[in-house]
């Protein structure tokens, strides 16, 4: 019978060490630190983005006059400067 023994070793580290020691691991090891650091997956992270910015636009809406206005004032001031 085999028996295997597991000892635990702790290091005290500091950040810019762990970040040193993942740069130096492949794109793959790098992906799956990655992955086991996220919270919450991509998807549910771009949800929370978008329900934030659709806040916004209930929040503050904005006419497409009122943008179209803005790009203008913002292409004069450019023009102005000397910016093509």
Known sequence: MHQ???RRIELDLTLEQILSIVRQLGPQ???AVRKALETRPWSQRLDALLARVWERVASYPI???E???????VRT???DQGGH
């Open 4 to 6: 295997a023994t597991v």
């Open 77 to 79: 001031a450019r023009y």
């Open 29 to 31: 090891e790098q992906e």
């Open 67 to 73: 943008i179209n206005e803005e790009v203008e004032r």
């Open 63 to 65: 006419s497409e006059e």
